[in-house]
Structure formats: structure tokens, C-alpha cells
């Protein structure tokens, strides 16, 4: 299922916006959940890093597509965004946030269709996994590539990553249920490491990232197996 949102305050936009899209699906026997929104300032209201495409008014009240986009991408940069206009000139500016694409104003199915149907391909195409974490203020949305390991203090997990630690809340044991699908293994009760970033084992020691996390005895076993069947290409 692809998720798409609009950002539109026209209704008769947003009426024809609807019927494109479901005329889409039947097309082409894709399923699509939209959400619709009467501005950008709606949509960030709402917005947790949920969706796989944005359709943007360009010019919206309250707050405009650019303005919406621009706040959009400080927490997803993953999102793909189509910007929908009478003026392309407006548009240009689209590679500030990185668009894919925009769409021109009166709408005309087939263009649209076609637009709609690279940027679907081009959610398709990602190989990439993510996790949306819920923050103090709102949601953080993590390339889980870039996790070097999941730390358990008291209520918090503390995700390790390339650019800095994020804090979230919840149980280590649902998150090692999301995250050893994805080559994820507990080094102890502690930690939940990925494989993909151990460097070594040093003295009873996952080398994780430069870091040391002790290895326990009870876990050592099925530790170095899933490390061994990892780096031999076996799945988990």
C-alpha cells in the first residue's frame, strides 16, 4: 500500500485530486490510503513521518507548500514530494527541499497519471527500512542502516546512530521483535546491536563502532552464531 496525503485548499482541486487517484487504482491495480488536508499547517499537525508521497498546493492560507515542505523535511528526508501549481516558475524552488516533480494547474489526467506513477516506482524502489520513533516534541524517522546499537536505560531506549544519540521511550523487547528481522541480535539485556556494525569481538566484547558491549555468558553462544551466519550471508 502506498500512502499518499494532499495538501490543498481548493475543494474543486481536491475533489478532481480524489477522483485521479482512484481512478489511478483501478488503472493500474495499485492501493493507495489517502489523507486529504485543507493546508499545510493541517498536515504538520498531523504529520509523524507516516506518508510515502505529498501532493502540495503550492499556494495555500495559513501555510503555503514550500513553508510546509521545508518544515516537513528538518524530520523526513525521505518523503517524496510533487508540488501542484498554476505557475511553474514557483516550482523551481522545489529543489530546495528536494521534489520530485510537480504538477501544473488546470489538472489533466494523463500527465498527472504519469507523474503519479514514477513517483510510486520510485517508493518501490527503496531498499531502505525505517523506524519512526516518537520523541519529546514529535517523532524522529531513522534510517535503520544507521543504527549502530539500541540501549536500554530504565523506561528510555537510546539509539546509537551516525549523527547523534536519540532518546524515545518504550520496551527493549518490542523493539528487538522490529529489529532482529533486520539483523538486529541482544549482546546482553542491555544492548540490542546491530550486526552490520560490529567491527570485532575483544575480550568477551562486541566492538561495536569503536564502543566495547559486553557480551553475557547466557547470550554468547547465539551471539556469535547470528554474527557468524550474518557475515557469511545466511539469514537470521
Known amino acids: 500500500m502506498i500512502r499518499i496525503a494532499i495538501a490543498e485548499d481548493d475543494p474543486v482541486y481536491t475533489r478532481q485530486l480524489r477522483e485521479f487517484i482512484a481512478a489511478f487504482q483501478q488503472e493500474y491495480g495499485q492501493e493507495i490510503h489517502l489523507s486529504v488536508y485543507p493546508d499545510g499547517q493541517a498536515l504538520l499537525d498531523e504529520y509523524q513521518s507516516q506518508f510515502d508521497l505529498l501532493l502540495l498546493d503550492i499556494e495555500m492560507p495559513r501555510l503555503d507548500g514550500m513553508s510546509t515542505a521545508q518544515r516537513i523535511r528538518l524530520h523526513d528526508p525521505e518523503v517524496l514530494i510533487l508540488f501542484i501549481t498554476a505557475m511553474p516558475q514557483y516550482a523551481i524552488r522545489g529543489y530546495e ?16 497519471s504519469q507523474r503519479l506513477n514514477r513517483a510510486i516506482s520510485r517508493v ?11 520523541i519529546k516534541g514529535g517523532t524522529k524517522k531513522v534510517d535503520v542502516e544507521n543504527i549502530f546499537y539500541v540501549e536500554s536505560q530504565g523506561h528510555n531506549l537510546v539509539f546509537h546512530t551516525n549523527e547523534r544519540p536519540i532518546v524515545t521511550y518504550g520496551a527493549m523487547k518490542e523493539m528487538e521483535e522490529k529489529l532482529v528481522p533486520m539483523h538486529f541480535f541482544r ?3 542491555g544492548y540490542l546491536v546491530s550486526l552490520a556494525h560490529v567491527d570485532s569481538i575483544q575480550d568477551g566484547c562486541a566492538v561495536v563502532h569503536g564502543e566495547k558491549l559486553l557480551i553475557s555468558r547466557a547470550r554468547k553462544n547465539e551471539f556469535l552464531v547470528a554474527l557468524a551466519n550474518y557475515m557469511s550471508g545466511v539469514a537470521l
Do not use: E, G, M, W
Not at 97 to 112: M, R
Not at 124 to 134: A, D, E, I, N
Open 124 to 134: 518501490k524502489s527503496r531498499t531502505k527500512k525505517y523506524l519512526v520513533l516518537p
Open 187 to 189: 549482546c546482553n539485556k
Open 97 to 112: 527541499v528536494d521534489a520530485l516533480d510537480y504538477i501544473l494547474k488546470p489538472l489533466v489526467y494523463f500527465p498527472f
